[in-house]
Protein backbone atom coordinates (compact mmCIF):
# COMPACT_ATOMS: atom_id res chain seq x y z
CA UNK A 1 0.00 0.00 0.00
CA UNK A 2 1.43 3.02 -0.83
CA UNK A 3 1.92 5.90 1.73
CA UNK A 4 2.76 9.06 2.32
CA UNK A 5 3.14 9.65 5.71
CA UNK A 6 3.71 13.87 6.80
CA UNK A 7 4.32 15.32 10.54
CA UNK A 8 5.63 18.47 11.65
CA UNK A 9 2.81 21.13 11.35
CA UNK A 10 1.65 23.54 13.58
CA UNK A 11 1.49 26.77 15.12
CA UNK A 12 4.16 29.23 15.32
CA UNK A 13 4.27 32.70 15.75
CA UNK A 14 5.70 34.66 13.19
CA UNK A 15 9.86 34.17 13.13
CA UNK A 16 9.45 31.06 13.89
CA UNK A 17 10.64 27.77 12.28
CA UNK A 18 8.95 24.90 12.02
CA UNK A 19 10.59 21.22 10.19
CA UNK A 20 7.85 19.14 8.26
CA UNK A 21 8.75 15.70 7.10
CA UNK A 22 7.55 13.32 5.06
CA UNK A 23 7.84 9.73 4.41
CA UNK A 24 6.87 7.88 1.81
CA UNK A 25 6.65 4.15 1.31
CA UNK A 26 5.16 0.89 -0.93
CA UNK A 27 5.86 3.49 -4.15
CA UNK A 28 5.54 1.19 -6.93
CA UNK A 29 7.65 3.13 -9.72
CA UNK A 30 10.72 5.28 -10.14
CA UNK A 31 10.54 8.14 -7.96
CA UNK A 32 11.22 11.55 -10.01
CA UNK A 33 10.87 14.20 -7.44
CA UNK A 34 9.63 14.71 -4.34
CA UNK A 35 8.52 18.41 -3.03
CA UNK A 36 6.07 20.65 -1.02
CA UNK A 37 2.85 22.42 -2.22
CA UNK A 38 0.81 24.69 0.25
CA UNK A 39 -2.59 25.16 -0.57
CA UNK A 40 -4.66 28.20 1.75
CA UNK A 41 -8.19 28.90 2.29
CA UNK A 42 -9.60 30.27 -0.83
CA UNK A 43 -6.45 29.97 -2.73
CA UNK A 44 -5.29 27.82 -5.66
CA UNK A 45 -2.41 25.02 -4.24
CA UNK A 46 0.83 26.34 -4.98
CA UNK A 47 4.19 24.51 -5.66
CA UNK A 48 6.33 25.71 -2.47
CA UNK A 49 9.61 23.28 -2.94
CA UNK A 50 10.92 20.51 -5.23
CA UNK A 51 13.97 18.44 -4.96
CA UNK A 52 14.68 16.00 -8.07
CA UNK A 53 16.38 12.72 -8.08
CA UNK A 54 19.30 14.22 -9.27
CA UNK A 55 19.46 16.68 -6.42
CA UNK A 56 18.30 19.66 -8.54
CA UNK A 57 15.95 22.18 -5.89
CA UNK A 58 13.79 24.71 -6.71
CA UNK A 59 11.65 26.99 -5.07
CA UNK A 60 8.85 29.54 -4.94
CA UNK A 61 10.12 33.05 -4.72
CA UNK A 62 8.15 33.54 -1.75
CA UNK A 63 10.39 31.17 0.36
CA UNK A 64 13.86 31.64 -1.23
CA UNK A 65 16.15 32.06 1.32
CA UNK A 66 13.74 30.84 4.15
CA UNK A 67 12.83 27.54 2.90
CA UNK A 68 15.31 24.62 2.51
CA UNK A 69 14.00 21.39 1.35
CA UNK A 70 16.29 18.38 1.61
CA UNK A 71 15.85 14.58 1.85
CA UNK A 72 17.22 11.11 2.93
CA UNK A 73 16.51 8.58 0.46
CA UNK A 74 17.37 5.88 2.31
CA UNK A 75 14.64 6.60 4.36
CA UNK A 76 12.56 8.04 1.61
CA UNK A 77 11.68 10.50 3.12
CA UNK A 78 11.76 14.35 1.47
CA UNK A 79 12.01 17.34 4.98
CA UNK A 80 10.96 21.29 4.48
CA UNK A 81 13.18 23.71 7.10
CA UNK A 82 11.13 26.34 7.69
CA UNK A 83 12.76 29.82 9.23
CA UNK A 84 11.62 32.66 9.79
CA UNK A 85 8.23 31.94 9.05
CA UNK A 86 5.29 34.90 8.12
CA UNK A 87 1.85 34.94 8.72
CA UNK A 88 1.63 34.15 4.57
CA UNK A 89 3.02 31.12 4.95
CA UNK A 90 0.13 29.64 7.00
CA UNK A 91 -1.74 26.78 4.80
CA UNK A 92 -1.96 23.01 4.56
CA UNK A 93 1.24 21.68 3.11
CA UNK A 94 0.87 18.89 0.97
CA UNK A 95 4.10 15.97 0.48
CA UNK A 96 4.19 15.32 -3.65
CA UNK A 97 6.20 12.52 -5.04
CA UNK A 98 5.94 12.28 -8.75
CA UNK A 99 7.21 8.92 -10.47
CA UNK A 100 7.93 7.71 -13.64
CA UNK A 101 6.43 4.78 -15.22
CA UNK A 102 6.93 3.33 -18.46
CA UNK A 103 7.72 4.61 -21.63
CA UNK A 104 8.05 8.34 -19.22
CA UNK A 105 4.85 8.54 -18.04
CA UNK A 106 4.49 10.05 -14.74
CA UNK A 107 2.56 9.62 -11.80
CA UNK A 108 1.89 11.85 -8.38
CA UNK A 109 1.20 10.31 -5.16
CA UNK A 110 0.03 12.94 -2.75
CA UNK A 111 0.10 13.02 1.80
CA UNK A 112 -2.93 14.10 3.59
CA UNK A 113 -1.56 17.76 4.02
CA UNK A 114 -0.40 18.99 7.32
CA UNK A 115 -1.53 22.52 8.68
CA UNK A 116 0.83 24.99 9.30
CA UNK A 117 -0.46 28.38 11.12
CA UNK A 118 2.04 31.30 11.52
CA UNK A 119 0.38 34.02 14.38
CA UNK A 120 1.53 37.38 13.77
Known amino acids: QVQLVESGGGLVQAGGSLRLSCAAS????????MGWYRQAPGKQRELVAL???????NYADSVKGRFTISRDNAKNTVYLEMNSLKPEDTAAYYC??????????????WGQGTQVTVSA
Open 96 to 109: NVRTVRVFGNTYDY
Open 26 to 33: GIPFRIDA
Open 51 to 57: ITSGGST
